[in-house]
């Protein structure tokens, strides 16, 4: 379960490793959709637009294979038009080709 995830993450004043290990350990038995999100409140919460740029494309990227395309895009654009540079970066780019599929 996320929370024990969570919980034994080795640090957890800072979050950061707790988030990446939040988006490593998604698993078929767990709920992808409540990771994905919870990934996306502790990336908030930081105010860490880069990790929640990576937690929104996981995020749109499941509800895109569910068919939820206008949530999905709703979801996305916003954060990646946040950016103004680095567009070159692998994040960014795998961010304009997924909207451009949902677009």
Do not use: H
């Not at 105010?47 to 929640?52: F, G, N, R, Y």
Request: with cysteine; hydrophobic share 45%; charged share 20%.
């Amino acid at each position: 379960m996320v929370l024990g995830a969570q919980a034994s993450c080795p640090n957890r004043r800072t979050g950061w490793p707790c988030l990446y290990f939040l988006q490593q350990t998604v698993t078929q038995q767990e709920a992808p959709e409540t990771c994905f999100q919870q990934a996306l409140a502790v990336a908030r919460r930081q105010a860490a637009k880069s990790l929640e740029l990576r937690a929104a494309v996981s995020l749109a990227r499941l509800w895109q294979q569910q068919g939820k395309r206008a949530e999905a895009y709703d979801l996305l654009a916003p954060i990646y038009g946040w950016f103004t540079e680095g567009f070159d970066t692998a994040d960014l780019q795998e961010a304009k080709t997924l909207l451009a599929e949902l677009g």
